[in-house]
């Protein structure tokens, strides 16, 4: 069905067009010019009437207008030029014609558009709610995915339809849950499996154990000392002359010794001194996150299932601390199944999911934990490592780690700031796509990147299993919560005048 025509000058990746009938905006066009047949979506769409134009100023003027009668309505948009359907989507040479006649995607080329390779079912179409959206999975678990949303908007929902997903594939999925959302989640595909969060210090690097201790990387002295003991304490389990499961008590004993000794200076002594106060609150305050009879947490990843990471205990600083030592396991540990070089392997590709990632990798503040989710964004596609950055506010996230993810989905965004950082991550995204954003409703997002083989607009499908995602209802709770203090109230006055008591 022909909807409209080019009009004016067109290039070879956009064209404006006329017409007399309303299309919507993200529905996709065709085009057969040069003996091609191209692929277009609509992005921009105004309407207007010749008659009431912006040069009138008389309010009078225009309801006598509008008393005549106004039929003759236009409309005018903006397409986007996808590319060549029958040449694999391949920009064309020639820019169209004007006067080319615009037609709306027949079901067969929208279905041609819509088959790809390894298929995971993420929705519909937001204009077509017959035609179904599957994206690429080996595309995202290669080269990345961001999820991004204001509060409210459907993100944990999409994260979930994609886990059920890649549970139907077997693929271990890893989620670094900052909330619980998922620790009690039922998906149909798989089952759960939390994981505590626990580490054997005796795994972690010195640069690990110091965040932990908050010895600041400007104290250098503070670090000198807590090295040595460090390393003083690995030695000695290694040896055999002490037991790993008084691993921080040997930092501590060592550090004893040290503040002890008489002979040393009285700045040197202060320096331990202060080490030895924060090994206190490390073990005061973390003697939850460390368990010595454990082998290494990656140990307890089981393929197929969603492993969660259960953080929603943990603070800020130890869940940085977890995010990267397990990543950093993870990429040495495939590096070592790929070149055979030692046997402490990781022996399947895993997809980590980190929600909240403006926390784990801001944009202006450095961690461990940035540093690991860059190096892997950058190293893990070649070692069968996937990274998904959930995060409901894009423009603290860091700037790298996002331009890395070469997929995106992206939910509804009001915040201008949030808008452009996503924008400048991503080639995909126009200008006149991020025009839409704000006006997404709950559960509809915008699809980019590899695992696409155009950008699409999507209703979500409804999860089907369980999670405890999404907003408490506070009136009901509190409503439970004074029906339980007057019945309390109500024993009370009983109990006492059982007891003889006449209030």
């Known amino acids: 069905m022909i909807i409209g025509r080019c009009m004016g000058e067109t290039s070879l990746t956009e064209l404006t067009f006329i017409s007399n009938k309303m299309p919507n905006v993200g529905e996709y066009v065709s085009m057969n010019y040069d003996g091609k047949l191209i692929l277009g979506m609509i992005e ?44 694999h989507l391949k920009l064309p040479r020639t820019p169209a014609p004007p006067g080319t006649p615009i037609e709306l995607a027949s079901e067969a080329i929208l279905k041609k558009v819509f088959t790809v390779d390894n298929p995971l079912k993420l929705g519909t179409l937001i204009n077509q709610d017959d035609v179904e959206v599957s994206v690429n999975a080996n595309s995202f678990l290669n080269r990345h995915l961001a999820i991004l949303a204001m509060t409210g908007a459907g993100k944990s929902n999409t994260v979930c339809v994609l886990i ?16 619980g959302e998922y620790v009690n989640a039922e998906f149909v595909n798989g089952e759960v499996n939390v994981i505590r969060p626990t580490i054997n210090p005796r795994y972690m690097s010195f640069t690990e154990i110091k965040k932990l201790a908050n010895i600041p990387n400007n104290a250098y002295k503070q670090e000198r000392h ?54 206190e609150d490390l073990i005061e305050k973390y003697s939850n996150l460390f368990n010595v009879n454990e082998g290494n947490i990656l140990s307890k990843i089981q393929v197929g299932k969603a492993n969660v990471l259960d953080l929603s205990q943990t603070d800020e600083y130890a869940a940085e601390v977890l995010v990267s030592h397990i990543l950093r396991n993870s990429l040495q540990r495939r590096k070592n199944a790929f070149h055979k070089n030692s046997t ?6 895993v997809f980590y999911i980190l929600e909240e990632a403006h ?39 860091d700037q790298d780690a996002l331009s890395q993810m070469n997929n995106m989905i992206i939910l509804r965004l009001v915040e201008p700031d949030d808008q452009r950082h996503v924008q400048a991550a991503s080639e995909s995204l126009s200008s006149d796509l991020v025009k839409q954003l704000p006006s997404l409703n709950v559960g509809e997002a915008i699809i980019l990147g590899l695992m696409t083989k ?24 509190l409503a439970d919560f004074r029906k339980k203090e007057e019945a ?16």
């Open 164 to 179: 059920d997903g890649l549970l139907d594939y077997n693929v271990p999925v890893f989620i670094f849950d900052m909330h």
């Open 226 to 279: 807590f090295r040595k003991a460090f390393k003083e304490a690995n030695q000695a389990v290694e040896d055999g002359l002490a037991n790993s499961n008084d691993f921080l008590e040997i930092i501590k004993n060592v550090l004893e010794i040290k503040y002890n000794d008489d002979d040393k200076p009285a700045d040197e002594r202060n320096n331990i001194l202060a080490v030895l106060n924060k090994i």
């Open 344 to 349: 402490a392997t990781l022996d399947f590709p």
């Open 44 to 87: 921009d769409l105004v309407r207007g009437n010749v008659a009431l134009n912006s040069e009138i100023y008389n309010t009078e003027d225009i309801e006598r207008i509008v008393e005549y009668g106004l039929d003759e309505f236009y409309v005018k948009g903006k397409i986007r030029v996808l590319g060549d359907i029958n040449n």
């Open 488 to 503: 309390e109230l109500k024993q009370q006055e009983e109990d006492s005048f059982n007891l003889g008591y006449d209030y």
């Open 359 to 397: 926390i784990l990798a801001p944009h202006k503040r450095d961690s461990n934990s940035k540093f690991w989710i860059q190096r892997v964004a950058r190293e893990g596609r070649k070692f069968g490592l996937g990274l998904c950055l959930v995060s409901q506010s894009p423009k603290t996230v």
């Open 454 to 477: 155009v950008p699409t607009l999507v209703k979500i499908d409804e999860f089907k299993g369980r999670t405890h995602g999404g907003d408490i209802d506070v009136i009901a709770e």
